[in-house]
């Protein structure tokens, strides 16, 4: 029988919990780093997203870092 061991907080081998995933809709406001703000004209499935801009549509893969929702 193998005894199950309970994981330190302060263990260097404790894995973070990922980031919940990215969820965008058609006519979301977002903010990019790069870019400024933009409106989300298209959402491919939860691969990739596309913005408008203004002044330039850009095609997004997901995740990005660099693009939050407001």
Avoid: Y
């Avoid at 005894?3 to 995933?21: G, I, K, V």
């Avoid at 969820?23 to 990739?48: K, P």
């Amino acid at each position: 029988m193998t005894a199950s061991r309970r994981p330190l907080a302060s263990s260097p081998f404790n894995q973070p919990a990922p980031p919940p995933a990215q969820v965008f809709e058609v006519g979301q406001r977002v903010a990019h780093d790069a870019h400024g703000l933009g409106w989300v004209v298209a959402v491919s499935g939860t691969t990739a997203v596309t913005v408008d801009f203004g002044t330039q549509v850009s095609h997004l893969a997901l995740p990005c870092k660099s693009l939050q929702s407001l």
